[in-house]
């Protein structure tokens, strides 16, 4: 159990919006939402790499799938 924490890497929000190409409040808002693990460390939150990567390499659309059912 604690070589897997020991080989845990943890992004900052900056970090994970410059690999995602998104803004900041995007990655907040999948925080908030729940579709990306965040550990809250003081003030500020920290994001797994692995959940990063996962979600780079399984890309959903989701929200615009949603946008065109209602329509």
């Known amino acids: ?7 845990a ?3 900052t929000v ?5 690999m995602m190409r998104v803004s900041k409040m ?3 808002r999948h925080v908030h939402s729940g579709e990306l693990p965040a550990i809250r460390f003081g003030r500020s939150f920290r994001v797994p790499e692995s959940a990063v990567l996962a979600v780079l390499n399984n890309p ?3 929200s ?8």
Not at 1 to 7: F, G, K, Q, R, V
Not at 14 to 18: Q, R
Not at 64 to 71: G, N, R, V
């Open 64 to 71: 615009a799938d949603a946008s065109e059912h209602s329509a």
């Open 1 to 7: 159990m604690s070589t897997e924490l020991s080989d």
């Open 9 to 11: 890497r943890f992004l």
């Open 14 to 18: 900056a970090e994970v919006a410059d």
């Open 60 to 62: 959903v659309s989701g």
């Open 26 to 28: 995007t990655v907040y």
